[in-house]
């Protein structure tokens, strides 16, 4: 029997009132997460004034994320999802709590700067343990909320959520800190992440899609090989991984908002949102007017666009053509995106989410992570533009390699 063609219309997804809580829950968990990120981010750099100092937060954090990948999406597997990724956010509030206390005028008096750098470091490793977790079953959950048929708008506006939150949040973040002060702002993330608790406990049991006796071993070995054997999965991820690895130039903007454009506190949250406004502005595109053909030539059209950004980007000494750049990077990555969801989903058996989503969590964690701590210690050898440059460069270098060696990603359509 013929399988059903996705449904096309932008709204089909909303209409579920349970995928209507979890967009919810989405955009005030990332929210908060990012303006974690960009808070302590910034509070590192103040404290430290080394970018060396920026990579180390996010070795912190990808150290624990990728080492318990595998694991996790076993554990996902055998469990009911929405009451995991309950118990997920919730040890992620008790984070945003210690940040809150840690960020604390009185704290860094009484314990000093390298004790407060330490104690950030230790905060975002259970961070880090945590998302090993929440990545992987917020993905997903989203084939337990909406029909099959319908899962391309599902991961359009799920992808798109993020990405509004993600905007938001490094925006807010850096107004918050430059008028309010951290104390305000962690305060107004440990908010975003009750209404997320809230809006999940309202979403109703999901039933265990894998109720096989595997071992844990055995059942890591399953997920790893279906992604190995699934080629167009396994390029599409291969490729975000490589390219986000190399062209991580988002670890650097404290730097170029601080000592080279010299915007401050404001400017760090426009520069860091930028490249998310740019993707919002291509997925909400992309949810009226989604990609009928040849969706695989482009995502590797849309990453070699995006090493040229970043090109531009660390080459910029403009404050306007340095946002531009990263808008367009935005706008380039947003595609990217929607292409490599869509991919992972479909192509995902429904007993194999959660490890096939911990695989995907692997990648995208290393490449951001790793990322960030790769560009942290180019940005010390060699200088903070040669590195990002050089990113750049070689993100258009592993697209070349996966044109040529993923010949079916680049026929790839869906």
Aim: overall charge positive; charged content about 15%; hydrophobic content about 55%.
């Amino acid at each position: 029997m013929e399988e059903k063609k996705p449904n096309r219309k932008a709204f089909d997804a909303i209409q579920i009132g349970e995928f209507r809580l979890y967009i919810i829950m989405r955009f005030f968990f990332i929210m908060a997460l990012r303006m974690i990120g960009t808070v302590v981010g910034w509070k590192i750099y103040m404290l430290t004034r080394n970018p060396l100092a920026l990579g180390m937060i996010g070795l912190s954090e990808v150290i624990p994320a990728v080492s318990l990948a595998l694991y996790a999406g076993h554990v996902i597997d055998k469990n009911d999802k929405r009451k995991m990724l309950l118990k997920t956010i919730c040890f992620y509030l008790l984070c945003a709590i210690a940040l809150l206390i840690i960020h604390l005028d009185a704290s860094e008096q009484y314990a000093g700067k390298k004790i407060i750098e330490i104690s950030i470091y230790l905060v975002i490793f259970c961070t880090g343990i945590i998302r090993a977790f929440s990545g992987p079953i917020s993905n997903s959950i989203i084939a337990q909320i909406v029909p099959r048929n319908i899962l391309p708008n599902a991961i359009t506006w799920s992808s798109g959520t993020w990405l509004i939150a993600s905007v938001t949040g490094h925006a807010t973040a850096g107004f918050l800190i430059a008028h309010a002060g951290y104390t305000i702002t962690f305060s107004v993330i440990i908010g975003y992440i009750i209404i997320a608790i809230v809006c999940i406990a309202f979403i109703g049991p999901k039933p265990i899609a894998n109720l096989n006796q595997q071992k844990t071993w055995e059942s890591m070995k399953e997920g790893l090989r279906h992604v190995f054997k699934t080629k167009e999965l396994l390029g599409a991820l291969s490729l975000d991984l490589f390219a986000v690895l190399f062209g991580g130039a988002v670890a650097l903007i404290p730097v170029f908002a601080a000592d080279i454009l010299k915007v401050g506190a404001e400017g760090f949250g426009w520069l860091n949102a930028a490249a998310d406004i740019g993707a919002i502005t291509s997925i909400a595109l992309l949810t009226f007017f989604p990609l009928q053909k040849n969706q695989g030539r482009i995502l590797l059209y849309a990453v070699a666009g995006f090493g040229i950004c970043i090109i531009l980007f660390g080459l910029s000494t403009l404050f306007w053509l340095s946002f531009a750049a990263l808008v367009l990077s935005g706008i380039l990555d947003g595609i990217s995106v929607v292409v490599r969801s869509t991919i992972l989903q479909l192509k995902t058996p429904d007993s194999m989410r959660g490890r096939v989503s911990s695989i995907n969590s692997m990648f995208i964690n290393s490449s951001n992570e790793l990322g960030q701590f790769e560009s942290g210690v180019a940005a010390k050898l060699v200088g903070v533009v040669p590195a990002v440059v050089l990113g750049g460069c070689m993100t258009l270098f592993v697209v070349v390699v996966t044109w040529l060696k993923a010949p079916s990603l680049r026929r790839l359509e869906y």
